[in-house]
């Protein structure tokens, strides 16, 4: 999340708006969606198109397609579904000069950052403001012949307060209507 403060690090971190844009716009690197930061616990990744990133007015915006067929992502389901697991963090590299402390060396503030990979945290974040949920949209999508992804757009566009393009605004009536 922009502007948050870190837990103690010692030092106090925040991220800077735009921070991660230079990573986002890359497409030589493939980011990860990891279970605690492990690279044996893989969700997803970028170049597999299951984990989708951008900036918006907040802060990182992680958007996954989590498999059904791995047991431990089917644990992490259910456990964020009870609302037990409901936080993010992320790993990362300064950039040459992506970072600005204060004067007396107790801040930092992240301007710029190569990210490696996002992960959904069981524990403790450095940053208590993330949060990670899961939408169930499976089962709306098998009721109405629906396609996840179309109706996850049409209602991610709906919640920034976006307006809807008239085909988005007719797939969301229709699934109502349903």
Do not use: C
């Amino acid at each position: 999340v922009f502007n948050s403060p870190s837990e103690p690090l010692p030092f106090i971190e925040r991220i800077a708006p735009g921070a991660f844009g230079k990573s986002l716009r890359s497409r030589k690197q493939d980011i990860k969606l990891y279970v605690n930061h492990n690279s044996d616990m893989v969700l997803a990744s970028r170049r597999s198109g299951t984990l989708r990133l951008s900036e918006d007015e907040r802060g990182l915006r992680v958007e996954a397609d989590l498999p059904e067929d791995v047991t431990y992502s089917r644990d992490l389901m259910a456990l964020m579904r009870s609302g037990v697991v409901d936080k993010m963090s992320f790993g990362f590299q300064v950039d040459r000069r992506g970072d600005r402390w204060s004067e007396d060396g107790s801040e930092r503030t992240l301007t710029s950052v190569r990210l490696f990979e996002v992960s959904v945290v069981t524990g403790f974040p450095a940053y208590e403001a993330t949060t990670a949920a899961v939408r169930s949209l499976e089962k709306l999508s098998e009721r109405t012949g629906m396609a996840v992804g179309e109706l996850s757009e049409a209602l991610d566009l709906l919640a920034e307060g976006a307006e809807l393009p008239a085909d988005k605004a007719s797939l969301l009536m229709d699934a109502i209507k349903q």
